[in-house]
């Protein structure tokens, strides 16, 4: 039964390796390599919203070979205002482990 009050955010839609036909959502100035769960995590706290629910041993149905993550949050807004909310808040946080 779908659940529309909330909404899936997979690890994913973020990761730069991947092409927009293998899952990822957001623009590539917007990705980072390789996210992993917790940093998803620390990043969507960030951006202000309240998680929900994760997995981290779950596989992503458009890579089925390769195990990924996501995490559930209440749905407020778009998804995609959402993404680029996270997406900005993943981006600077790996920018500033990096220096």
Known sequence: MKDYEHIVIWLD???????????????LERC???????????ATTAAGFEITESDDKVR??????????YIILPKESS???ILNKISEKL???RSKQSR
Do not use: A, C, I, Q
């Not at 996210?35 to 620390?42: A, G, I, T, V, Y």
């Open 91 to 93: 981006v600077s946080k």
């Open 13 to 27: 839609y973020f990761n730069k390796n991947l092409k927009k036909s293998k899952g990822r959502r957001v623009g």
């Open 79 to 81: 998804k995609t205002k």
């Open 32 to 42: 980072v390599f390789d996210p992993s769960l917790k940093e998803l995590m620390d």
């Open 60 to 69: 992503f149905p458009k890579r089925p070979f390769v195990r990924s993550g």
